[in-house]
Nanobody, 123 residues
Framework: QVQLVESGGGLVQAGNSLRLSCTAS????????MAWFRQAPGKEREFVAA????????DYADSVKGRSAISRDNAKNTLYLQMNSLKPTDTAVYYC????????????????WGQGTQVTVSS
Protein backbone atom coordinates (compact mmCIF):
# COMPACT_ATOMS: atom_id res chain seq x y z
CA GLN A 1 0.00 0.00 0.00
CA VAL A 2 1.45 3.31 -1.11
CA GLN A 3 1.52 6.06 1.48
CA LEU A 4 2.71 9.63 1.19
CA VAL A 5 2.73 11.49 4.48
CA GLU A 6 3.32 15.23 4.58
CA SER A 7 4.53 17.15 7.60
CA GLY A 8 5.97 20.51 8.53
CA GLY A 9 3.01 22.76 7.93
CA GLY A 10 1.82 25.31 10.43
CA LEU A 11 1.02 28.94 11.16
CA VAL A 12 3.76 31.42 10.36
CA GLN A 13 4.07 35.16 9.90
CA ALA A 14 4.67 36.64 6.49
CA GLY A 15 8.34 36.78 5.61
CA ASN A 16 9.24 33.67 7.55
CA SER A 17 10.18 30.21 6.27
CA LEU A 18 8.89 26.66 6.46
CA ARG A 19 10.21 23.32 5.31
CA LEU A 20 7.68 20.72 4.32
CA SER A 21 8.51 17.04 4.20
CA CYS A 22 6.83 14.10 2.52
CA THR A 23 7.81 10.58 3.47
CA ALA A 24 6.90 7.80 1.07
CA SER A 25 6.37 4.10 1.64
CA UNK A 26 5.05 1.21 -0.40
CA UNK A 27 6.69 2.31 -3.63
CA UNK A 28 10.16 2.48 -5.13
CA UNK A 29 10.62 6.15 -4.37
CA UNK A 30 13.58 6.68 -6.68
CA UNK A 31 11.48 5.55 -9.67
CA UNK A 32 9.04 8.43 -9.31
CA UNK A 33 8.92 12.03 -10.25
CA MET A 34 7.72 13.92 -7.19
CA ALA A 35 5.83 17.16 -6.89
CA TRP A 36 4.17 19.57 -4.53
CA PHE A 37 0.73 20.99 -5.21
CA ARG A 38 -1.40 23.26 -3.09
CA GLN A 39 -5.05 24.11 -2.75
CA ALA A 40 -6.42 27.24 -1.14
CA PRO A 41 -10.03 27.47 0.04
CA GLY A 42 -12.39 27.89 -2.88
CA LYS A 43 -9.64 27.41 -5.44
CA GLU A 44 -8.46 24.58 -7.63
CA ARG A 45 -5.39 22.56 -6.79
CA GLU A 46 -2.34 24.19 -8.33
CA PHE A 47 1.17 23.10 -9.16
CA VAL A 48 3.96 24.37 -6.90
CA ALA A 49 7.13 22.46 -7.77
CA ALA A 50 8.37 19.18 -9.20
CA UNK A 51 11.59 17.21 -9.21
CA UNK A 52 12.80 14.33 -11.34
CA UNK A 53 13.70 10.94 -9.91
CA UNK A 54 17.36 11.82 -9.64
CA UNK A 55 16.82 15.35 -8.42
CA UNK A 56 18.64 16.67 -11.45
CA UNK A 57 15.78 18.74 -12.81
CA UNK A 58 13.35 20.92 -10.94
CA ASP A 59 10.39 23.04 -12.01
CA TYR A 60 8.57 25.77 -10.14
CA ALA A 61 5.38 27.71 -10.50
CA ASP A 62 6.01 31.38 -11.15
CA SER A 63 4.27 32.20 -7.88
CA VAL A 64 7.00 30.49 -5.81
CA LYS A 65 10.02 30.69 -8.09
CA GLY A 66 12.99 32.24 -6.35
CA ARG A 67 11.44 31.72 -2.90
CA SER A 68 11.20 27.94 -2.78
CA ALA A 69 13.42 24.92 -3.27
CA ILE A 70 12.28 21.37 -3.87
CA SER A 71 14.66 18.55 -3.06
CA ARG A 72 14.65 14.84 -2.33
CA ASP A 73 16.61 12.25 -0.45
CA ASN A 74 16.11 8.92 -2.17
CA ALA A 75 17.93 7.08 0.61
CA LYS A 76 15.30 8.34 3.06
CA ASN A 77 12.32 8.14 0.69
CA THR A 78 11.64 11.76 1.51
CA LEU A 79 10.69 14.82 -0.49
CA TYR A 80 11.17 18.37 0.79
CA LEU A 81 9.91 21.83 0.00
CA GLN A 82 11.77 24.76 1.53
CA MET A 83 9.65 27.88 1.36
CA ASN A 84 11.11 31.29 2.19
CA SER A 85 9.71 34.80 2.30
CA LEU A 86 6.24 33.39 2.80
CA LYS A 87 3.25 35.48 1.81
CA PRO A 88 -0.39 35.31 2.91
CA THR A 89 -1.17 34.14 -0.64
CA ASP A 90 0.86 31.00 0.10
CA THR A 91 -1.83 29.92 2.56
CA ALA A 92 -3.14 26.55 1.41
CA VAL A 93 -3.13 22.83 2.01
CA TYR A 94 0.07 21.46 0.51
CA TYR A 95 0.08 18.01 -1.05
CA CYS A 96 2.91 15.85 -2.27
CA UNK A 97 2.39 13.60 -5.26
CA UNK A 98 4.24 10.81 -7.02
CA UNK A 99 4.00 10.02 -10.71
CA UNK A 100 5.81 8.95 -13.83
CA UNK A 101 4.08 10.87 -16.62
CA UNK A 102 4.39 14.30 -18.16
CA UNK A 103 3.74 17.13 -17.99
CA UNK A 104 5.14 17.66 -14.53
CA UNK A 105 2.75 20.49 -13.73
CA UNK A 106 -0.45 18.51 -14.38
CA UNK A 107 -2.12 17.06 -11.31
CA UNK A 108 -3.86 14.43 -13.45
CA UNK A 109 -0.49 12.89 -14.31
CA UNK A 110 0.29 11.88 -10.72
CA UNK A 111 -0.66 8.48 -9.40
CA UNK A 112 -0.32 8.85 -5.64
CA TRP A 113 -1.16 11.67 -3.27
CA GLY A 114 -0.66 12.47 0.38
CA GLN A 115 -3.35 13.74 2.71
CA GLY A 116 -1.95 17.25 2.81
CA THR A 117 -0.50 19.60 5.40
CA GLN A 118 -1.93 23.03 6.17
CA VAL A 119 0.22 26.11 5.75
CA THR A 120 -1.20 29.36 7.03
CA VAL A 121 0.67 32.63 6.59
CA SER A 122 -0.50 35.59 8.60
CA SER A 123 0.13 39.18 7.56
Amino acid sequence: QVQLVESGGGLVQAGNSLRLSCTASGLTFSNYRMAWFRQAPGKEREFVAAITWSGGTTDYADSVKGRSAISRDNAKNTLYLQMNSLKPTDTAVYYCAAGTKLPRWAASQYDYWGQGTQVTVSS
